[in-house]
């Protein structure tokens, strides 16, 4: 075979094995850089909306200061949230003291245990067209999450809290460790489960369910979250990107550290 005819075949397998169903093709997915500036390791999770596949085995250990890459793809659903105070190799159950799926570190699709703070993403499958992703402390908060598109888009970011809602949660929104010590709070939907709080039944819709003192103190500290189901302006970001950048524990935490985390690492 003449080696032109030979580079001519090695380019149509190698064409034909990147389209292949089974390879995905980098262009065509999304890129989510996961970056723990936590003082603590952290054990960050993802879960899948039905039908979609599950990403990063759906768990990974992410030591202090150290980041991951993770991929997506097109028109991905779903959910990641950070798990924290985990012990996988003790009998503990729950293995983690927040954010928890069944005791697993690959929590393979399952939904984390409330509460946590968690990033909702929408992923459109046209790249041209603006994904949409928010926080939520709808069931509730852990930690404090930054989202941002890489390159930065001027209203794409989703800042980080001004304050630590652990150290400020009210007695009957707290959850705490085997120590004692507030891990996370809860969203008052949680804590009491009330049409009035959970924004259901008579109070479903937006013009009869309306913050409570409870939610006006989540969005207090941390504007740019979803703090209950109808809040208004719903605080959505809306950019076509092909990278987001997720961090935990950023820099806008106003210089405050969460309080009472058993930092255990896997």
């Given at each position: 075979m003449k080696s032109s005819d030979l580079i001519s075949s090695l380019s149509l397998f190698l064409t034909g094995l990147l389209l292949s169903p089974g390879n995905a093709v980098l262009a065509e997915q999304v890129t989510f850089y996961v970056h723990n500036k936590c003082p603590f390791p952290i054990w960050p999770a993802t879960a899948s909306n039905t039908g979609q596949p599950v990403i990063a085995d759906g768990g990974f250990y992410l030591?202090?200061?150290s980041n991951k890459r993770i991929s997506a793809p097109l028109?991905?659903?779903g959910r990641i949230w950070a798990r924290t105070g985990c012990r996988f190799q003790s009998n503990w159950q729950p293995a983690c003291e927040t954010g928890d799926c069944d005791g697993r570190l690959a929590c393979g699709g399952l939904i984390g245990t409330p509460p946590a703070t968690l990033v909702q993403v929408s992923l459109q499958a046209d790249k041209a067209k603006p994904s949409f992703y928010d926080v939520s402390l709808?069931?509730?908060?852990n930690i404090p999450i930054s989202v941002q598109t890489r390159p930065v888009g001027p209203k794409c970011g989703i800042p980080g809290c001004s304050k630590d809602l652990n150290g400020m949660c009210p007695e009957e929104l707290q959850v705490l460790n085997r120590d004692g010590e507030v891990v996370a709070c809860k969203s008052?939907?949680?804590?009491?489960?009330?049409?009035?709080?959970?924004?259901r039944n008579e109070y479903g819709t937006p013009d009869k369910c309306k913050p409570s003192v409870y939610s006006k103190m989540f969005k207090d500290a941390c504007p740019g979250y979803y703090s209950y189901a109808y809040d208004s302006p719903p605080p959505l970001a809306s950019c076509a990107s092909e990278e987001y950048v997720i961090t935990f524990c950023p820099h806008t935490w106003g210089g405050e550290q969460v309080q009472g985390?058993?930092?255990t690492s896997s």
């Amino acid at each position: 075979m003449k080696s032109s005819d030979l580079i001519s075949s090695l380019s149509l397998f190698l064409t034909g094995l990147l389209l292949s169903p089974g390879n995905a093709v980098l262009a065509e997915q999304v890129t989510f850089y996961v970056h723990n500036k936590c003082p603590f390791p952290i054990w960050p999770a993802t879960a899948s909306n039905t039908g979609q596949p599950v990403i990063a085995d759906g768990g990974f250990y992410l030591p202090l200061g150290s980041n991951k890459r993770i991929s997506a793809p097109l028109a991905w659903t779903g959910r990641i949230w950070a798990r924290t105070g985990c012990r996988f190799q003790s009998n503990w159950q729950p293995a983690c003291e927040t954010g928890d799926c069944d005791g697993r570190l690959a929590c393979g699709g399952l939904i984390g245990t409330p509460p946590a703070t968690l990033v909702q993403v929408s992923l459109q499958a046209d790249k041209a067209k603006p994904s949409f992703y928010d926080v939520s402390l709808v069931d509730g908060y852990n930690i404090p999450i930054s989202v941002q598109t890489r390159p930065v888009g001027p209203k794409c970011g989703i800042p980080g809290c001004s304050k630590d809602l652990n150290g400020m949660c009210p007695e009957e929104l707290q959850v705490l460790n085997r120590d004692g010590e507030v891990v996370a709070c809860k969203s008052a939907c949680l804590a009491f489960n009330a049409d009035k709080f959970c924004c259901r039944n008579e109070y479903g819709t937006p013009d009869k369910c309306k913050p409570s003192v409870y939610s006006k103190m989540f969005k207090d500290a941390c504007p740019g979250y979803y703090s209950y189901a109808y809040d208004s302006p719903p605080p959505l970001a809306s950019c076509a990107s092909e990278e987001y950048v997720i961090t935990f524990c950023p820099h806008t935490w106003g210089g405050e550290q969460v309080q009472g985390l058993n930092h255990t690492s896997s």
